[in-house]
């Protein structure tokens, strides 16, 4: 998914030292300053459009993920606000100016920390959700919301193996930044969880990474290829059949889509001790060419009915490939744009035999995909993956959320307005 | 389960025994392993409430209920959070339509089952319909926590008629040897969890949990009138003093694998490595202490559940790597040992994937699951 073009040669300098001395000048600007941006700018992604950004744009290098959960103080209108505070912060962050902050108390604190000056954007995106309990929490409809939820919003079912950490799991409202700088992403989800004081606070945050493989398909902490096989991002019809929401869904819905967000912890250490053959037997592709077993190359078609002389498929029965390629093949397509992290070393215990326990990388995928409907997409997918899958033992679901993610925005319109109007 | 059981692949693995076959004597039956080939995986045993590691594997000698003969019924140990002695369902998996259903599902908590619910490999299906299973129970997933259990009975469709509880009965554990005559029936169970400790408690001379020389074969006679609950007639230990240990990988260790040829009875004594014979089985009126060795080592890693293969040969699971072993229970002679689980993820390959095993209604090839990836398999010619 990584451009063609390199997108990190940036212009460090030009536009950042004008985000600066507004900074400075403590000046906030209206959203509709994005305007002014220039569009050739290649460290500038649109924020305003049909879709949000940071779904079929170009995967940035790193993202910074956050979920809130609404204050129970919180109310309809707070909610609003904060939506039309992100909205603009978003349009203004994605240009490399800085975010208006209301002033706190009598004492004005700094507007912007400013600890992106001198940075470019980084093709910084910013991408909003909203997670189940905007809707309804506890049975309750605190925001008169409720009628509003897309049928295809389903709940996420229990899937085999899953060791969902409440800390690391779902979140009422999502925001998460994508950029080519780790620190431009961070500033900006600070600058979000800032202007939600008092309104929403975070449940969880996680930072990623996808390094650019240049026009190669970028490769996982596993060393594989991943990646091949999503629906053509240049293809309107495949897009509007697998990832946007249609005419299914409420008005305030349609273009956007749903988002499934799963932090999977690889157990490297066991992976590393593992033979390239039996590696290769677990994910169906050859390590380095990526090539389908039984093929030469990446993009071979994958022959799911070839033998080796014993009469044993060359594809293992339960190799990564054969489920994916199966249930691709059964018509569940969804837009993946993961990232994978790395969070220190912490105790761990490992859930198959031998069932190692110790001293264990906090690494692996933050799995992330898009889907027009999450029953036909993640969740047909996931059934099966997380039951046959080889890859399973060494990868185990630590954290998980799914947001509706609403249509873009236009300009002078904020983040899910259309939402709150039609349930007013 | 992987498909990397070719010769080649497992030879380059190093250091691993691959389907060899000894020194069969001459007179002997053909091995049973030599005919088996294949080993496809047939279907996930999870449940939807999430339940996991298959133990039991059962085939079903009767049509009676939801149960077809020939189904194959696989019970769990693990709940959803994976934790040993705390599953409670039964899946029924049915050959010919290649479909797994829940047979039976059972609550965390039952208050005639002393310690809570954790479905062990010690499950049978009389022809009568009734399904018979241990529950070695636990709270946090150690026998720190282990409760005594019980002997859970089933109706054909899967509910819950009675248990059996006592101080004959702590923790069933190994696959049951069975004489069924329809309206009597002998139930020989493996007793793994008298005073056993928690995981934590070492032997300083070994390192390892302490060996508490407890554990016991009982043998349950039934009276199953027609229509009729089945009746526990008598119970008597035929055999006793079997070394036993928590272990926090598998829970515990001690003897699992019963199979029941003539009146002998072959027990598998997991702790010493060993197969063991116990005569006269059916008749006895006491203890024959742990038998006598009928064979040990070897090709044996740890034996689990055993299964007579019907020419006079017993089938063994390995616990420690992915093969099953077939001896002569006359000869003692280890005849082959085949590997059906050859998964690398683990060292040596399908090091704790196997527990249960059941012969094939077909005479050719066994069923049998695999902990790893929480599958039934069968292996085949």
């Known amino acids: 998914m990584t451009s063609a073009t390199d997108p990190r040669a940036t212009r460090r300098g030009f536009l950042t030292a004008t985000a600066g001395l507004a900074a400075l000048a403590g000046a906030g600007l209206p959203p509709s300053a994005a305007k002014t941006a220039s569009i050739a700018d290649p460290t500038v992604e649109p924020f305003f459009g049909r879709h949000q950004g940071g779904i079929v744009t170009p995967a940035q290098a790193h993202t910074y993920i956050a979920a809130f959960d609404l204050a129970p103080t919180a109310k309809r209108g707070d909610i609003e606000t904060l939506l039309r505070r992100w909205t603009a912060a978003a349009a203004a962050l994605s240009v490399g100016k800085p975010v208006e902050i209301p002033a706190e108390g009598a004492a004005a604190a700094e507007a912007d920390p400013s600890d992106v000056l001198g940075l470019s954007p980084s093709r910084l995106t910013l991408t909003f959700g909203f997670g189940p309990g905007l809707f309804e929490k506890d049975g309750a409809d605190r925001y008169g919301l409720r009628a509003q939820k897309p049928k295809a919003f389903v709940d996420m079912p229990h899937f085999p193996g899953d060791q969902l950490v409440p800390a690391r799991t779902g979140g009422d409202l999502l925001a998460q930044a994508c950029a080519d700088n780790p620190q431009v992403a961070f500033h900006a989800v600070r600058q979000l969880a800032r202007l939600a004081y008092g309104v929403a606070g975070i449940r969880w945050v996680q930072a990623g990474f996808a390094s650019d493989y240049g026009k190669a398909t970028p490769r996982n902490l596993m060393g594989f290829k991943d990646g091949t096989g999503n629906p053509a991002i240049g293809d309107p019809r495949e897009m509007d059949a697998f990832v946007w929401a249609g005419d299914e869904a409420p008005l305030w819905m349609r273009g956007g889509s749903y988002l499934v967000i799963r932090r999977a912890r690889i157990a490297l250490e066991h992976w590393d001790r593992m033979s390239v053959g039996f590696q290769e037997q677990t994910f169906g592709r050859r390590k380095l060419s990526g090539a389908p077993l039984g093929g030469k190359n990446e993009f071979d078609p994958i022959d799911l009915d070839a033998k080796d002389a014993n009469g044993d498929p060359l594809i293992p029965e339960n190799s990564h490939v054969r489920i994916a390629h199966e249930t691709s093949m059964a018509g569940a397509k969804v837009l993946r744009r993961s990232y994978s992290y790395n969070d220190g070393a912490n105790i761990t215990a490992e859930r198959w035999p031998p069932w190692r326990q110790g001293m264990e990388f906090d690494a692996g995928l933050i799995f992330i995909c898009y889907q027009r409907d999450l029953a036909a997409g993640f969740i047909n997918i996931f059934q099966k993956m997380s039951r046959f899958d080889m890859m399973n033992q060494f990868v185990t679901n630590v954290g998980g959320a799914h947001f509706a993610v609403p249509a873009g925005a236009a300009e002078g319109e904020f983040i899910g307005q259309r939402l709150f109007e039609a349930a007013s | ?381």
């Open chain 2, 1 to 381: 389960m992987l498909n990397i059981r070719r010769f080649g692949d497992l030879a380059a693995f190093g250091g691993v025994m691959v389907a060899l076959t000894l020194n069969a004597a001459p007179a002997l039956a053909d091995g049973v392993l030599e005919g088996l080939h294949h080993h496809p995986t047939l279907a996930s045993t999870i449940t939807d409430n999430g339940d996991l590691n298959p133990y039991a594997v059962v085939v079903a000698p009767a049509s009676v209920g939801k149960i077809r003969q020939g189904d194959v019924l696989v019970d769990n140990f693990n709940n959803l959070s994976n934790l040993q002695g705390t599953g409670g369902t039964i899946v029924d998996y049915n050959p010919s339509t290649r479909s797994m259903s829940l047979f039976a599902k059972l609550p965390q908590n039952l208050p005639q089952c002393p310690g809570g619910i954790g479905l062990t490999t010690a499950m049978t299906m009389l022809t009568s319909g009734w399904v018979i299973v241990g529950s070695t129970p636990s709270a946090d997933g150690t026998t720190t926590t282990k409760g005594q259990g019980c002997m859970l009975v089933f109706d054909a469709n899967g509910q819950l008629a009675t248990v059996w509880s006592g101080s004959h009965i702590n923790g069933p554990w190994g696959n049951m040897a069975v004489v069924d005559n329809g309206s009597k029936a002998t139930l020989f169970v493996s007793m793994s969890g008298y005073d056993l400790p928690g995981p934590d408690k070492h032997d300083p001379a070994t390192g390892q949990p302490v060996i508490v020389e407890k554990a016991t074969v009982l043998r349950i006679q039934l009276a199953i009138p027609p229509g009729g609950l089945p009746k526990v007639t008598s119970q008597t230990v035929i055999a006793s003093g079997f070394a036993q240990r928590a272990d926090k990988d598998v829970f515990l260790i001690g003897p699992t694998g019963l199979a029941l040829i003539g009146s002998t009875l072959y027990v598998s004594d997991a702790v010493q490595n060993r197969i063991v014979a116990i005569p006269d089985a059916l008749t006895r009126t006491g203890s024959a202490g742990t038998g006598r060795t009928v064979t040990k080592g070897g090709m044996l890693q740890r034996p689990l559940a055993l299964a007579a293969t019907g020419n006079g040969h017993i089938l063994a699971c390995n616990g420690k790597n992915g093969q099953v072993v077939e001896f002569d229970p006359e000869s003692g002679k280890q005849l082959a040992a085949q590997w059906v689980d050859s998964n690398q993820a683990q060292s040596p390959p399908g090091n704790g994937d196997l527990f249960g095993l059941a012969m094939a209604p077909d005479g050719v090839g066994f069923y049998y699951v695999e902990d790893d990836t929480n599958m039934l398999a069968k292996a085949t010619p």
